[in-house]
Protein backbone atom coordinates (compact mmCIF):
# COMPACT_ATOMS: atom_id res chain seq x y z
CA UNK A 1 0.00 0.00 0.00
CA UNK A 2 1.19 3.63 -0.55
CA UNK A 3 3.29 4.88 2.34
CA UNK A 4 1.45 7.85 2.72
CA UNK A 5 -1.92 5.61 3.77
CA UNK A 6 -3.48 6.14 7.01
CA UNK A 7 -4.80 4.62 9.65
CA UNK A 8 -7.95 6.56 8.67
CA UNK A 9 -8.04 5.75 5.10
CA UNK A 10 -7.95 2.00 6.18
CA UNK A 11 -10.48 2.42 8.38
CA UNK A 12 -12.53 4.08 5.60
CA UNK A 13 -12.08 1.46 3.27
CA UNK A 14 -12.34 -1.66 5.43
CA UNK A 15 -15.21 -0.32 6.72
CA UNK A 16 -17.56 -0.43 3.69
CA UNK A 17 -17.53 -4.90 4.75
CA UNK A 18 -18.29 -4.18 8.30
CA UNK A 19 -16.94 -2.98 11.41
CA UNK A 20 -13.42 -2.40 11.87
CA UNK A 21 -12.06 -3.36 15.41
CA UNK A 22 -8.45 -2.05 14.90
CA UNK A 23 -5.99 -0.80 12.74
CA UNK A 24 -2.50 -1.16 12.94
CA UNK A 25 -0.34 0.64 10.53
CA UNK A 26 3.32 -0.77 10.36
CA UNK A 27 6.81 1.81 10.62
CA UNK A 28 9.81 1.74 11.22
CA UNK A 29 10.75 1.93 14.76
CA UNK A 30 13.60 4.49 14.11
CA UNK A 31 12.57 7.06 11.43
CA UNK A 32 8.78 6.44 11.95
CA UNK A 33 8.03 6.18 8.70
CA UNK A 34 5.23 3.54 7.17
CA UNK A 35 6.79 0.01 5.98
CA UNK A 36 3.55 -0.33 3.37
CA UNK A 37 1.39 -2.66 5.32
CA UNK A 38 -0.75 -2.99 8.29
CA UNK A 39 -2.93 -5.15 10.12
CA UNK A 40 -6.65 -4.74 10.10
CA UNK A 41 -9.23 -6.20 12.32
CA UNK A 42 -12.47 -7.22 11.43
CA UNK A 43 -15.36 -7.57 14.03
CA UNK A 44 -16.71 -11.02 12.77
CA UNK A 45 -14.63 -13.46 10.15
CA UNK A 46 -17.34 -12.65 7.51
CA UNK A 47 -16.65 -9.28 7.11
CA UNK A 48 -12.49 -10.28 7.19
CA UNK A 49 -13.84 -12.23 3.85
CA UNK A 50 -15.70 -9.89 2.20
CA UNK A 51 -13.06 -7.05 2.75
CA UNK A 52 -10.12 -9.83 1.49
CA UNK A 53 -12.58 -10.59 -1.72
CA UNK A 54 -13.54 -6.84 -2.12
CA UNK A 55 -10.01 -5.20 -1.70
CA UNK A 56 -7.35 -7.35 -2.71
CA UNK A 57 -5.67 -5.94 -5.96
CA UNK A 58 -7.69 -2.79 -6.07
CA UNK A 59 -6.15 0.43 -6.02
CA UNK A 60 -5.45 2.63 -3.14
CA UNK A 61 -3.51 5.52 -3.63
CA UNK A 62 -2.16 4.65 -6.95
CA UNK A 63 -0.98 1.54 -5.61
CA UNK A 64 -2.71 -2.08 -6.07
CA UNK A 65 -2.97 -3.28 -2.29
CA UNK A 66 -2.94 -7.05 -1.17
CA UNK A 67 -5.11 -7.90 1.07
CA UNK A 68 -5.38 -11.12 3.16
CA UNK A 69 -5.28 -13.26 5.90
CA UNK A 70 -2.61 -12.82 8.67
CA UNK A 71 -0.58 -16.22 9.34
CA UNK A 72 0.74 -16.05 12.90
CA UNK A 73 4.49 -15.97 12.73
CA UNK A 74 6.72 -19.27 12.77
CA UNK A 75 8.85 -19.87 16.07
CA UNK A 76 12.49 -20.18 13.11
CA UNK A 77 14.93 -18.34 12.26
CA UNK A 78 17.83 -20.26 13.34
CA UNK A 79 19.85 -21.07 16.71
CA UNK A 80 22.19 -18.63 18.34
CA UNK A 81 25.51 -20.06 19.05
Not at 20 to 42: C, R, Y
Not at 57 to 79: D, F, H, L, Y
Request: hydrophobic content about 35%; aromatic content about 8%.
Amino acid sequence: MPYSTTEDDLREAFAVFGNVDSVNLISDKFTGQSKGFAFVEMADNSSADAAIKGLNETAMGGRNIKVNQAKPRSSGGGSRW
